[in-house]
């Protein structure tokens, strides 16, 4: 479903999106959370973790994974390795970052699982890692056939973005929860924090919005497009 | 971006899951939340208009809509019509739900736009307007020449859908943010209101994705694929 349009100057604009996403989300978890842990009698910094490693993991290095496809220009080989060892440090960071906050839970008294966010979430990394065993199962090793490749192929596309936009919509719950949570809490509507908190997860979004935009624009190797977009 | 199957059966879904959208989130208002006012001494009634009408008006009828082109077997005059008024009515929808939660806010005494669901829901009432303004005078009345509507179409197709995701991605926060709202009031995280209001949202997020997955169908009416579909 490539649009006639370039994808590459979409790249560039999402790289310095998800520069500044990740930027701010350690703004937000070290410097006003008070900074990330794994064992602290502080549980609030076990949490912390949670969206640092969602936010670059599972958004940014995710829809670098997406991107690479598009922006690279190399062997089709290396460029399906980069795809599948980005989308799995995505997958890695993403499980750890719910560890975090399943330790966080247990370790304060907290129920699991009751929220959308939670739901939604736990739905999308299952389906993550399923799209990431069929892709390398199919597309890797050992490999389908051609057929079953090339009739797969447009669906893979299809599916992927498809769990990356509701990735980007279910860290946009995410940040309004927590920011909910800390609000109930005392913190003003309008803080420093808060608009901080707002405008990371626009910045999510917008990175979101360019990474679907350059998924369906045409590649710098014009023999790659009915490979990748012939959704 | 037409992929290769049939719209129509999607579109059953959607009206399926439609129905019960609308369904769930009435009950919600009416039997939970106290039922529906726009003059009220329980300003609580004022609010529960709001999500009453941005998921009947914005999503479920900015879906159909959206479907009316793939799933109506009609000369392309009549579907037009049908595709601009059904948007005109969840504009004007959209626009009386937001004009509530502002009375709300304002006689309640709560600040207004703090939030992330309220930043990006003005946002994209504002963008919806602005499509739906450049569908009727480029595709309507007076009518753009040719080579404007047919360079055109693919991208307001493709802001249509982008913006629409973007809809049903903020009615899921709309739902999160009052359901945290009132668990943070006492609200039990695991009762029947918290379950519905959660299934509510992934009905309306189910709904999304089958009218994306009907925009990028094939018509029952296979002349209209290259004139709607052309992204």
């Not at 990330?36 to 640092?52: D, M, Y």
């Not at 994974?65 to 599948?84: C, G």
């Not at 960071?93 to 739901?119: D, M, Q, R, T």
Request: aromatic share 14%.
């Amino acid at each position: 479903m490539a649009i006639g349009v370039k994808a590459l100057p979409f790249t560039f604009v999402a790289h310095g999106l998800g520069l500044a996403g990740a930027v701010m989300v350690l703004v937000w978890c070290i410097y006003y959370l008070g900074g990330l842990a794994f064992e602290s009698t502080n549980k609030n910094l076990i949490f912390n973790i949670h969206p640092v490693l969602m936010l670059i993991g599972l958004v940014i290095i995710g829809g670098q994974a997406i991107m690479s496809y598009k922006s690279l220009t190399l062997r089709k080989e290396v460029k399906k390795l980069i795809h599948l060892v980005l989308h799995a440090i995505a997958i890695i960071l993403g499980i750890i970052g719910i560890y975090a906050v399943f330790k966080n839970h247990n370790e304060s008294g907290i129920a699991n699982l009751y929220s959308l966010h939670s739901w939604i979430g736990i739905t999308l990394i299952s389906l993550y890692g399923i799209q990431w065993i069929y892709g390398f199962v199919v597309f890797f090793f050992p490999g389908g056939s051609a057929t079953v490749r090339s009739e797969s192929l447009p669906w893979h596309v299809l599916f992927g973005l498809f769990v990356y936009v509701l990735v980007v919509g279910n860290a946009a719950l995410g940040f309004l929860e927590k920011l909910t949570f800390l609000e109930n809490s005392g913190l003003a509507k309008f803080s420093s924090e808060a608009i901080l908190v707002n405008f990371t997860a626009i910045v999510a979004i917008l990175y979101g919005v360019f990474v679907f935009l350059t998924a369906i624009s045409q590649s710098s190797q014009p023999e790659d497009d009915f490979s990748y977009s012939s959704i």
